[in-house]
């Protein structure tokens, strides 16, 4: 594919949906490629918030690389002081985690922009609130004042359409349900079937890399 394949695909997948393409925006996954190869692959096509899985791996990009960027893997409390480098954290998935980020916030004098993750399909070694924990979670989330929830992630299971699909939509409804705007899902094997069900935030790596 590459990036241009991936925006043309994003935009088929707004037309069989009826969806406008301008509310759907790709978040270019750049965890393990070297500078030379995002400005190779991604910043040549133009300017695309970029998610990094590793706090210290992104720190460094930062330093040479001009970009929005986005915290797509799991947050250690111990690195939550750096949050405030990230435009957005799409992987917040515990309550302690949101108090130190609350903290961290206070401390910058700003309210940092999060999604909260939910781990739809169950998988213990995944990351994320269950589904029956997510009422009272944003409830206490949405109360801390340096924080800001503006959707749902989630990472489904491997899986056919049959597995990701409803997943997907599940997303959507419970971001419907709590008034929720964003919803990150979909990466680079089923981002077109995330569309059609309501992503916003598509999460894309690989398919940008390969030629
Ligand atoms: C790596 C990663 C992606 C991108 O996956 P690809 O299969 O490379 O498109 C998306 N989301 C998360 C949370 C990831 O860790």
New binding site residues.
């Given amino acids: 594919m590459g990036l241009p394949q991936v925006l043309q695909a994003m935009e088929a997948a707004c037309r069989r949906a009826g969806r406008d393409p301008r509310e759907v925006r790709l978040v270019a ?1 750049t ?1 393990g490629r070297s500078v030379e190869e995002i400005q190779d692959k991604v910043l040549r096509f133009g300017s695309f918030p970029l ?1 990094e ?1 590793r706090v210290q791996e992104a720190l460094k990009k930062m330093e040479v690389l001009k970009a929005e960027w986005h915290l ?2 799991p947050l250690q409390r111990n690195k939550a002081k750096f949050a405030p480098r990230f435009t957005l954290i ?2 917040l998935d515990s309550l302690r985690l949101a108090e130190a980020l609350d903290r961290v916030g206070a401390k910058a004098g700003m309210r940092l922009k999060v999604l909260v993750e939910v781990n739809l399909g169950r998988e213990p070694q995944k990351h994320g609130f269950l589904e029956e924990e997510l009422p009272e979670a944003l409830a206490r989330i949405r109360e801390m004042e340096h924080l800001s929830v503006l959707g749902l992630m989630t ?1 489904p299971p491997i899986g056919p359409e049959a597995v990701v699909r409803p997943i997907f939509r599940r997303l959507s409804e419970l971001a419907d349900r709590y008034g929720l705007p964003e919803r990150s899902m979909g ?3 089923d ?1 077109p079937i995330a569309i059609e069900e309501g992503a916003t935030l598509v ?5 940008l890399f390969v030629d």
């Fill in positions: 996954v965890k998610g899985s797509i893997g799409h992987s990472v990466m680079s094997d981002f999460r894309v790596g690989r398919a």
